[in-house]
């Protein structure tokens, strides 16, 4: 078996998230339908929002069903009526796929959106709909979403936040002032293609396509009850194990960062230094394509990526990490390790065993 350490691609499905959707499935019914097993369907959704909120500390949101985290983005950006979208450059490319044209927000070395950038733009435009993420995918690099949600609500503007990353391993509280939120299962434990926007109570939203109305005329399709009950319980899951597991990741991941360093001074860690989610480490290896890092550490049976994979498995330079640090190398030389649930002690010594032996052989400075 590799040593699984990708889980901000995915992460593996919890037992207890197979055993609540075997359950659904068997008792699988349309929840618009008005008979019992209808009714029972219905039952499991009502009941997983409330969960579904909790991973953001949220009381006072609805919250639409979607099909995943690139849904939940999409669905933010066209249907909260702004014609006016500003999103940072780090963003996932949900959401600046979203919004092809809309003027970047630019980062700090460090990755964290940079704020009087961010108070330039709001007041050269008319207001309209702020994108930035809770955490960053590739760096765990964590944003000043309170901050960023005064500075826009001062300017009229509403605040969009990619909650995918950051939930279940962050404290929400700085979430409060957010007008949305996109969620995504499969971060967690859930199964993919089941996530969520979360939208401010009062919040007008557009659907994105038409047909039965369900979701409140929000979000037309039969919800997938299924997908839905295996997220509520990896929600739930992630809400009570939080702290003990930011704690026993955290660990984990310091670990591994200071052993890559005492083992190879030319390591650089994207970054360092800042608040990061406890499970992230960008490593990066100067003069070593993370294209080749990343195959080598697979053939010795470690499960890393890139900082950023696309659908036809390409390993393409870093978006994030080329706005860190422009024109800089780096972008092209860094892999990511995230750790999760399943995570242990062991997997970290594997990755640190096979990772020296990879830099001891590809890395220029270790010739
Ligand atoms: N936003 C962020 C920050 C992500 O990391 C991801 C997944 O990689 C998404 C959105 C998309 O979520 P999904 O895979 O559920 O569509």
Redesign the pocket.
Known sequence: MATYLDY??TAPIRPAVIEAMTEAARSHGNPSSIHAQGRAARHRIERARAVVARLVGRDDVDVIFTA????A?ALAVHGLGRRRVLAATIE?D??LAAAPGAPRIPVTAAGIVDLAALETLLSDEAPGLVCV?WA??ETGVVQPVAEIARLAHAAGWLLHV?A??GAGRLDPVALAAADSL?L?A??LGGP?GV?ALLVRDGLAVTPLIGGGGQERGRRSGTENDVGIAGFAVAAETAVREREVEVRRLGGLRDRIEQAARAHAPEVRIMGAGVDRLCNTASIALPGVPAETQVMALDLAGIAVSAGSACSSGKVKRSHVLDAMSPGDPVAGEAIRVSLGWASTSDDADRFLHAWGAMRDRLSPAAR
Do not use: I
């Open positions: 901000n691609a995943g985290g690139t849904e983005d996932h949900a959401v993420m960053n995918n990619d995918v990353q996109a995504s499969h971060k993919p996530g």
